[in-house]
């Protein structure tokens, strides 16, 4: 198998709400592939140490749509992480999610198409040679493990704090950080859950912000939630016509120009093409 997974298909999230499912519920598998745009089945944090086995068997015998669904592996230094890869290879799934990633060689070892989920105080600090290494495609990160690995108790401020419920510097760093080394290296961005299944204004909020910062996707842990990244994700209609506009006015320009009384750009066009490429056209 080669670093890229066996192909020279490079894999990128179908849609922008990615849903985490235990492995070891597949009575949970067919609920989430149609409720979310990608299925991440976790074979690490949301099983139980004792029932790994279990849910790599179910990872083999229930599986989902390969283009829709990611399959999360522990740290990839592991033994629990060999057998998640030798559970995988009886599968079609491709692509892997590589827990508490920390070095560009640890994530090589997968030899699949990997994301790198950067959340532990060296994985951040290495975020910018983890996102070069060949066979990663996309980089998450991930909060908790983070201030965890800090000493920390908490990503976010509190109620009785100014900023109440966002997130603490810290974490606003590396989120930034991962984000900056994803463009550099030509992979596409996740950002991390939202813990606060009923904060849905809150959620709302960070996945504009997201997607001002150009992050391709969201993960989610709770189906309730997929509805608010999807629209969040959706440009406006005033959005898409002003991108679609500005676009066919370039075609009379060669160079800068003003269109609607603001100053257009190449900048300005490549966001004009975010915009619908987030519509679909």
Known sequence: MSASGGSDFRWSPPGPAMLFCPADRPD?????????????????DAVAPDRREAAREALVANQLDPDRTIVRINSASTGEARRDLAAISETMYRVVLVAKAQTAEEVA???????????????????NDIAAAPNVIGLMWGAEDLVAGLGGSSSRF???????????????????????AAAAHDRFAVDAVHLDIDDVE??????????????????????????????A??????EVEWAAAVIAASDE?????????????????????????RAGR
Do not use: W
């Open 28 to 44: 949970r598998y067919a609920k989430a592939a149609e409720r979310a745009d990608v299925v991440i089945l976790d074979l690490e």
């Open 109 to 127: 070892r997968t030899e699949m198409q990997s994301i790198a989920l950067i959340e532990t105080p060296l994985g951040a600090v290495n975020v």
């Open 158 to 180: 509190g109620p009785d704090e100014p900023r109440s419920g966002t997130y603490r510097d810290v974490a606003r760093t590396v989120r930034a950080t991962v984000r900056l």
């Open 202 to 231: 809150g959620l709302r909020y960070e996945v504009l912000d997201a997607v001002a910062l150009g992050y391709q996707a969201t993960a989610c842990i709770h189906p309730s939630q997929v509805a608010t990244i999807r629209d």
């Open 233 to 238: 994700y959706r440009p406006t209609p005033d």
């Open 253 to 277: 320009h060669s160079g800068v120009f003003t269109f609607a009384g603001r100053m257009v750009d190449g900048p300005v066009l490549s966001q004009a093409r975010a915009v619908l490429l």
